[in-house]
């Protein structure tokens, strides 16, 4: 089974790939949808984190207690050892469900899956992928998108890029560059390449990432 790497900074495009892999018939694990049922109501992270960070924790869905995603990220944004706490916590649980996702898929004979980490190789996961394909678009395109979104501020945007490795740098290192600068149609005819090239050449890209990471 190939495991494949999908990331890229934020604005890039991601999700819009991530979605397309999975109509192109490739099961996708999402780590960022793994935090979001881990920070949920009666989450398996929320104890942890309400030890941690007792007034990021409230009263959820049905009474169980959920994480408050805003306020928390308003404790540990510009705290660097308040996020490492953080991430003790997050990091493990999200590498069990992905650890699972992965079981199932070996138990379903899947070719293909998808790794969807936002920061890959921020945080080593590029170790634990075969290939890897790296979201671009303009770095014009990339403030447009994230600076529409409700709350994102310059300042933010700002702050966020610099906990991210630079663009340019992840496309150095990537087996696979797609671009979502130039339209949808564009990015899906990459995208189906990249399938078909991992469907009709397996051997070619398996474990390759872990020999030159």
Do not use: C, W
Not at 11 to 23: D, E, F, I
Not at 148 to 159: D, L, N, S, W
Not at 167 to 180: I, P
């Amino acid at each position: 089974m190939i495991i494949l790497g999908l990331t890229g900074s934020i604005g890039m495009g991601k999700t819009s790939a991530a979605r397309a892999l999975r109509r192109l018939g490739v099961p996708v694990h999402d780590a960022d949808a793994a935090v979001h049922r881990l920070l949920g109501p009666g989450g398996k992270a929320v104890p942890a984190i309400q030890a941690l960070f007792p007034t990021a924790v409230e009263a959820g869905a049905n009474r169980k207690a959920a994480v408050n995603r805003q306020r928390l990220g308003g404790i540990v944004f510009a705290d660097p050892a308040a996020l490492r706490r953080l991430e003790s916590v997050l990091h493990p649980l999200v590498r069990k469900e992905e650890q699972a996702f992965l079981k199932r898929m070996r138990r379903r004979r899947k070719r293909i899956v998808v790794l969807d980490i936002p920061l890959l190789y921020e945080t080593g996961g590029a170790a634990r992928v075969d290939p890897v394909i790296v979201v671009s678009a303009p770095a014009i395109l990339q403030a447009r998108r994230v600076l529409a979104r409700p709350g994102m501020t310059q300042q933010k945007f700002a702050q966020i890029l610099q906990q991210q490795m630079p663009d340019a740098e992840k496309r150095r290192r990537a087996d696979f560059v797609v671009s979502t600068g130039l339209g949808h149609d564009r990015s899906l005819r990459q995208l189906k390449r990249i399938v078909r090239l991992l469907r009709e050449n397996p051997d070619s890209y398996r474990r390759r990432r872990r020999n030159h990471a």
